[in-house]
């Protein structure tokens, strides 16, 4: 399996514009999860799902992200309009709910940087 | 909801020294701690865990110790080495498989 695979790995854009983000999870894993790190708040879990259904979505900032999974193979964050705070690394990662393992495996991030 | 705190948040040692990185947690509940490393630029990458039934567990050069009582757990990285210089986050997993990260300890080995 390749992991987990975010795309794009680098975003530079410009304040109001719309941002999306997408993440592919390993096959058979049922949960994903979202995260984005700066240095100042470190690791913050944004939402994560569970069988393609959000769990607890407590974690996005405001109205202006959101994310859906639309089947078990991909989801998306949104940023809509988004701000220069947003800059971040976003971090998407999934793992197996039940059984002995429940490491959760990360991707390798996107770096978002916005003007 | 779960509450985890981690420290130092930075730790300078010798080459060759032990580094001790210790977490606390809230919810009684929560039944497994991993512990990740990432380097500059990279992902977090699991380096060892430990169940909520266990008290110890040790891979080579590194271990964790759980105090269930105390709600406090443990990573120990024995002869460090300058490969070992990353960012150390502890976490703790509820019963509702939702992962909560302390704020990271950055660990420089100094050769």
């Known amino acids: 399996d390749a992991g987990v695979i975010q795309s794009p790995r680098h975003e530079v854009t410009e304040m109001g514009q719309e941002v999306t983000l997408r993440c592919k999870p390993i096959?058979?894993?049922?949960?994903l999860f979202w995260y984005r790190q700066t240095m100042m708040r470190g690791l913050e879990l944004l939402i994560y799902?569970?069988?393609?259904?959000?769990?607890?979505d407590s974690g996005m900032p405001e109205d202006r992200f959101s994310a859906k999974m639309p089947n078990a193979s991909f989801s998306t964050l949104k940023i809509q309009p988004s701000e220069p705070r947003d800059s971040a690394v976003y971090f998407c990662?999934?793992?197996?709910?039940?059984?002995?393992?429940?490491?959760?495996?990360f991707g390798p991030g996107t770096r978002l940087t916005v003007l | 909801g779960e509450n985890v705190e981690q420290h130092p948040s930075t730790l300078s040692v010798q080459e060759g020294d032990s580094a001790v990185i210790k977490c606390t947690y809230s919810?009684?509940?929560?039944?497994?701690f991993p512990w990740y490393k990432q380097e500059l630029g990279k992902r977090p990458q699991l380096i060892i865990d430990?169940?909520?039934?266990?008290g110890e567990k040790k891979d080579q050069r590194i271990a964790v110790t759980l105090n269930k009582t105390a709600k406090h757990f443990s990573l120990h990285i024995t002869e460090t080495q300058p490969e070992d210089s990353a960012v150390y986050f502890c976490?703790?997993?509820?019963?509702?498989?939702?992962?909560?990260f302390g704020t990271g300890t950055s660990l420089t080995v100094i050769p």
């Open positions: 430990i169940r909520s039934n266990v």
């Open positions: 799902f569970n069988n393609n259904v959000p769990i607890d």
């Open positions: 976490a703790a997993r509820n019963t509702g498989n939702q992962f909560y």
């Open positions: 919810d009684s509940a929560s039944n497994y």
């Open positions: 096959s058979g894993h049922d949960y």
């Open positions: 990662a999934s793992s197996l709910g039940q059984g002995s393992y429940n490491e959760q495996f």
